[in-house]
């Protein structure tokens, strides 16, 4: 059996995905995905994502003990307990907690993959990890894998693209299928590769994170495969996926 | 002064470059545009493109002279002079002739680019020298350069971004700001350009082409910087640029 494989730009365009039956991988680099794998990391009991400040902020009313955690134009709101730089999720502050955060485009390319069965979420930092264990479920359930690019203000992301090539590369190159759009990010990977940091500094959304200084979420986030985590989200909770899948 | 080089995946998004008022490059490397150089380097005096096969067949009835080209389905209409496969555009054939030429993706790319004042026609073929004169014309009016890739029905197409990337590779870097969806395509050209051809027939339409038997228009679309020949779309006809512009 041959798995198809396929990435989509845009967050929008998860829906496509969700028609196809698909596996969906979701990746936003800068900085969502990078901050959930780190939080599942270090110990994060749950993430809860949240599409608007006011949906989350009725959540955390609710549940006091929970944190909220996300950003508007790349910063935390004055009210939250996190932003949404990975370098924030450190074990001491996020360990057995659960997370609700929003953010601008990562949490709303979740969103828009609600309606599939499976939805993992990819980063350079856990490539290998969602990429072994898309291919394993994709094969297991015969359904194709989709990569979704959060991207940013809905426009093409080039450090998503970048990061769908990353993670293609860990696939099995003799038993998958790949749409144009998924050889095109493996192209643009095996170049880029040699220097992920560099090349992640090119991108429009990198040059607005280091002019509000974050510029170590980058460099953080261009590190690859150093988490063996897979995020599941599933019933609108992100969990670490249970071993036994 | 920098020049704003930005890249759109689809036919449909020609409109959006007509909108920021950007000089565009229309890309169909499969076989559209590689087949509109050609013609004009043999020597064809203009290639009108049409939308629909009845409004190509009327032109023609009012210019019994003119020939009649284009396909559907990758295919020459049985009475139509010439299909869409570059290599049937000899000197022997187009020399001083009127070519209306009706394709599935690439004439619909060039249609919906018509509000521009500038539409220029790219391929391999031409790289260099599309890439140089967009650049001097764009540094003389001042306006952003917008490479639409006429894609696959529809659909995102591996040899236009490849394609792409190698018009890119021939602006000069420092005078240039490259979007995220420019840079994507730069890095994927460069690591496919020790192969072009390789890489071109991993594409879905070179998969189908080859099918239909036109596996050598796969080859020499392939060919890099090997015309000198700049089309230009205006009033609705293309005609090679003039050295006045």
Redesign the interface.
Known sequence: MVINVNVE?LAKDATKAVGRGDLIIVIDVLRCSSTIVTALYNGARAIIPAKTLSEARKLRAKNPEYLLAGERGGLRPPDFDLGNSPLEYVREKVFGKTIILTTTSGTLALINSRGAKWVLVGSFLNARAVAEKAFSIACEEEVGISIIQAG?EG????ED??CSGAILSRLPDESVG????A??AL??F???KNDLYA?LM????SKKLIKLGFGEDIKFSSQMDIYAIVPLFRGGIITKINSNY
């Open positions: 730009f940013t426009r093409f992301s080039l693209f970048i790949f749409s144009d759009s050889q095109a192209l643009a095996r170049y880029a090349n090119r991108s429009n959304h």
